[in-house]
């Protein structure tokens, strides 16, 4: 075992599941959670930069469409 793994949870939880969490997971594709976690640091920056470009750019084509 690497010193970046986590080792497996063993047991019931400590405590009882929350029924709010629980039906909010149901919601989230937890694939692409661990997709990003497998990225480096610099990795989740490069990729929030080019989100935040993409963001601006449909903001721009927005106000352009509108005449602004």
């Given at each position: 075992?690497?010193?970046?793994?986590?080792?497996?949870?063993?047991?019931?939880?400590?405590?009882?599941?929350?029924?709010?969490?629980?039906?909010?997971?149901?919601?989230?594709?937890?694939?692409?959670?661990?997709?990003?976690?497998?990225?480096?640091?610099?990795?989740?920056?490069?990729?929030?930069?080019?989100?935040?470009?993409?963001?601006?750019?449909?903001?721009?084509?927005?106000?352009q469409?509108?005449?602004?």
């Amino acid at each position: 075992m690497g010193s970046t793994d986590i080792p497996p949870v063993d047991g019931p939880p400590p405590f009882e599941p929350d029924p709010v969490i629980e039906a909010y997971k149901q919601g989230v594709d937890r694939s692409l959670v661990r997709e990003n976690l497998r990225r480096t640091p610099e990795q989740r920056l490069q990729a929030l930069a080019a989100l935040q470009r993409f963001a601006e750019e449909l903001r721009r084509a927005g106000r352009q469409a509108v005449g602004r």
